[in-house]
């Protein structure tokens, strides 16, 4: 398996825009996390999906943010509108089940918002 | 609500040293607490991983230990090499078993 496949690797975007973030996880884990990971608040998980399904999405900062799973091996994480403040790395991770086990991470998306 | 806390947030050593990296919760009620590693510019790599139940866990070079009743680990490498320079991040998942939540990270650095 190839690993969490996570695209783009680095966005750039102007405040305003719609960013959408992309993740392929491990086929066969039923557990997919989006975290966002800053200097200064380091990483924090904004939601995750149990087989598809958004199971807690306390984590996500503001109705800007929204998230999808539409299958076993795709999700999104959009931000519309963008604002400076989103500028951070985007890591997407999966697992075959609960308990930390077998918690595999992707490379992450570096966003900027200029 | 849990809180993972790690401090140094970075540590800088001459090569050969052992160190120790500590972790403090909040929350006693954990289900396990791992150990990660973080290259610049990659993900997480999962180190280690302790049970409830379990005191302590080794691979290798590296050896965790938990102690639940003072809401502490300790992962503690031993013959350091410029090679283990990296973040190390631990994590403990709650009771629920379904959430990880990170402490901050402790930035470290090896000195040839």
């Known amino acids: 398996d190839a690993g969490v496949i996570q695209s783009p690797r680095h966005e750039v975007t102007e405040m305003g825009q719609e960013v959408t973030l992309r993740c392929k996880p491990i086929?066969?884990?039923?557990?997919l996390f989006w975290y966002r990971q800053t200097m200064m608040r380091g990483l924090e998980l904004l939601i995750y999906?149990?087989?598809?399904?958004?199971?807690?999405d306390s984590g996500m900062p503001e109705d800007r943010f929204s998230a999808k799973m539409p299958n076993a091996s795709f999700s999104t994480l959009k931000i519309q509108p963008s604002e400076p403040r989103d500028s951070a790395v985007y890591f997407c991770?999966?697992?075959?089940?609960?308990?930390?086990?077998?918690?595999?991470f992707g490379s992450g998306t570096r966003l900027t918002v200029v | 609500k849990q809180e993972v806390t790690q401090i140094p947030a970075a540590l800088s050593v001459p090569e050969g040293e052992n160190l120790v990296l500590n972790c403090s919760f909040t929350?006693?009620?954990?289900?396990?607490l791992q150990w990660f590693r973080q290259d610049p510019g990659k993900g997480l790599t999962s180190l280690l991983l302790?049970?409830?139940?379990?005191r302590e866990q080794t691979s290798g070079r590296l050896n965790a230990s938990l102690d639940k009743s003072s809401g502490r680990s300790t992962l503690y490498i031993a013959a350091s090499q410029p090679g283990d320079s990296a973040t190390y991040l631990c994590?403990?998942?709650?009771?629920?078993?379904?959430?990880?939540?990170f402490g901050s990270g402790t930035r470290l650095s090896i000195r040839p």
């Open positions: 991770a999966s697992s075959p089940g609960t308990g930390g086990y077998g918690y595999t």
């Open positions: 086929s066969g884990h039923d557990y």
């Open positions: 999906f149990n087989n598809n399904v958004p199971i807690d």
């Open positions: 929350d006693s009620a954990i289900y396990n």
């Open positions: 302790i049970q409830s139940s379990q």
């Open positions: 994590a403990a998942v709650g009771s629920s078993a379904s959430k990880i939540i």
